[in-house]
């Protein structure tokens, strides 16, 4: 699989599917998960209520991963995980690991053959940028799921982009 670092707008990418980084609820919130919801219309809220009252109705696991529509984004699906809130005093980094690694299962069961991600639990979740890169890339260099020929690591601003291509080189 093809891995590519670049800064940017998630809602702007042109891939099959795009990764959401949701809170449980699956109903909007701040950060990438608002984006995602204003960009893409209410299309994407109405499909998350949907799964929220047919099999999410606890709300969505960390760690685990849903596909809807992309409504008006230029992808062709959002998929939903939920990623874990950093603590100093828990290793929560399989969590962080399992939300990749569930998002291209869904991304490969859809079809898609290209796949952007934010960079999970790195905004108000808290995780430390650099470690939050290096668990993406653990799971992206490892997983390559049938169908899934690219994935891309969308970073917020140029600072993240070059931290994420120093992991990246030294990985």
Same mark, same amino acid.
């Given at each position: 699989? /093809?891995?590519?670092?670049? /800064?940017g707008?998630? #809602?702007?990418?042109?891939? $099959?599917?795009?990764?959401?980084a949701?809170n449980?609820t699956? *109903?909007?919130?701040?950060? +990438?998960?608002? !984006?995602?919801?204003?960009?893409?219309?209410?299309?994407?809220?109405?499909?998350?209520?949907?799964?929220?009252a047919?099999?999410?109705g606890?709300?969505?696991? %960390?760690?685990? @991963?849903?596909? %809807? #529509?992309?409504?008006?984004?230029p !992808?062709r699906?959002?998929?939903?995980?939920v990623?874990?809130?950093?603590? @100093?005093? /828990?290793?929560?980094?399989a969590?962080? &690991?399992?939300c990749?690694?569930?998002? *291209?299962?869904?991304?490969?069961?859809?079809?898609?053959?290209?796949?952007a991600?934010?960079?999970?639990?790195?905004g108000?979740?808290?995780?430390? !940028?650099? $470690?939050?890169?290096?668990q993406?890339? #653990? +799971?992206?260099?490892?997983a390559?799921?049938?169908?899934?020929?690219?994935? &891309?690591?969308?970073?917020?601003?140029?600072?993240t982009?070059?931290?994420?291509e120093? +992991?990246? &080189?030294?990985?």
């Amino acid at each position: 699989m /093809e891995i590519t670092l670049v /800064e940017g707008d998630i #809602t702007e990418q042109r891939v $099959d599917a795009i990764v959401n980084a949701a809170n449980s609820t699956l *109903l909007g919130g701040g950060g +990438v998960d608002g !984006a995602i919801h204003r960009r893409g219309g209410p299309e994407i809220l109405n499909e998350c209520r949907r799964l929220r009252a047919a099999r999410c109705g606890r709300g969505l696991p %960390t760690g685990q @991963a849903v596909a %809807t #529509t992309a409504g008006e984004l230029p !992808a062709r699906w959002v998929i939903h995980t939920v990623g874990p809130v950093w603590s @100093a005093e /828990e290793d929560r980094s399989a969590l962080l &690991r399992d939300c990749y690694a569930n998002s *291209l299962r869904v991304a490969a069961e859809l079809g898609a053959g290209s796949v952007a991600f934010p960079l999970i639990s790195a905004g108000i979740y808290g995780w430390p !940028a650099q $470690d939050a890169v290096a668990q993406a890339l #653990t +799971v992206l260099r490892d997983a390559a799921p049938a169908g899934v020929g690219q994935a &891309r690591l969308v970073l917020y601003d140029r600072a993240t982009l070059d931290l994420a291509e120093r +992991v990246f &080189r030294a990985g």
